[in-house]
């Protein structure tokens, strides 16, 4: 007997002003390790945001969207756009790369926000043959 191949949708990908954006409290990491804010910063204005934020919409106590969108995954790119609006090298209304999940997902937000960390492959090893 054949199983069913489960089919998935994928979450769809926005511009949204920043100033629509909102830092979740679930993001899992806490500890700025590795690249410095200032660094990543200076990275995001030579280069471009090279990976999108991971949102889903705010909602209100009725359940509506709200217009805001938080930010369970990506903090740290998200605290680097803020340096750079900060000091007005990007403007508030600039438009981000977002991938946007549904609100009403049963996928947890710190369930999002751990699985980008936990997910992304490790670069030493590569780096490492490149320079050999």
Do not use: W
């Amino acid at each position: 007997m054949a199983t069913a191949i489960q089919k998935i949708t994928l979450s769809s990908a926005q511009d949204i002003p920043f100033n629509k954006l909102v830092l979740s409290q679930s993001n899992v990491r806490r500890v700025k390790a590795g690249v410095s804010i200032d660094e990543l910063a200076e990275s995001i204005t030579r280069r471009g945001l090279i990976q999108s934020l991971h949102v889903r919409p705010v909602l209100d106590a009725d359940g509506q969207e709200t217009g805001m969108y938080e930010v369970p995954a990506g903090g740290r790119r998200f605290r680097a756009l803020q340096l750079l609006v900060k000091q007005k090298r990007l403007t508030k209304t600039s438009k981000v790369p977002c991938v946007v999940s549904d609100a009403n997902a049963d996928i947890l937000v710190d369930e999002v926000s751990l699985a980008e960390n936990i997910e992304r492959a490790p670069l030493l090893g590569s780096v490492l043959e490149l320079s050999c």
